[in-house]
């Protein structure tokens, strides 16, 4: 027997043995994808100068509005389930600071506050804050299009320097639990 003979005869041998069972695709139909998504929601820095107006006045709040277009698309709006959000800070300022954070729709009406967070004074490494939102329980969310940060300083009666190059710095991200069928 030639080599291209044996060949085909194994081939043929292993084709028709291979699959002892019929194949079952529909259990297809009953799977469901669980993605993860996790994207950088802000950022911002600011030094002791930046909260000091024109006329040299000390004031002791910052805000920050940044838009977003997370919930714009329906395949994410339709099948996320969950929503982690994360922040990380680092405070070199002499004094603390409070942190709010509220997620805003087109309107700039608040849907969403989260918990506030306070900073001690020179803490670099602070414990990152999470909170969770189920958004089955929360679906004003999904008109979400900004989110706004207010750091409001601790007033220790003493002014700061504004040539002071210390640093105020605050970041965040958001985790997106999806589940949709196949």
């Known amino acids: ?17 291979s699959c002892a069972e019929n194949l079952n695709f529909s259990q297809i139909k009953d799977y469901v994808l669980q993605p993860i998504l996790t994207s950088s929601l802000t950022f911002f ?20 509005i940044t838009e977003f277009d997370l919930f714009q698309d329906s395949i994410i709006s339709d099948n ?6 994360n922040a990380t800070f680092k405070n070199e300022f002499d004094r603390g ?3 709010k954070i509220d997620l805003l729709n087109s309107s700039d009406d608040v849907v969403y506050n989260f918990s506030s967070i306070f900073i001690e004074r020179r803490d670099l490494n602070p414990p ?4 969770e ?14 989110v706004r940060i207010i750091a409001s300083l601790e007033n220790t009666g003493k002014p700061m320097n504004p040539l002071d190059t210390s640093e105020f710095e605050f970041k965040s991200s958001v985790t997106l639990f999806i589940a ?3």
């Open 80 to 85: 996320v389930v969950k929503m982690v959000f």
């Open 97 to 99: 600071a409070n942190i």
């Open 45 to 64: 820095s600011v030094q002791p100068s930046q909260f000091f107006d024109s006329n040299g006045v000390q004031q002791n709040s910052r805000q920050d």
């Open 1 to 17: 027997m030639n080599p291209l003979k044996k060949a085909s005869v194994l081939l043929g041998f292993l084709l028709l043995t």
């Open 133 to 146: 939102i189920i958004l089955a329980s929360n679906p004003d969310i999904f008109t979400a299009t900004k």
């Open 128 to 131: 990152a804050y999470e909170e």
């Open 180 to 182: 949709t069928d196949f």
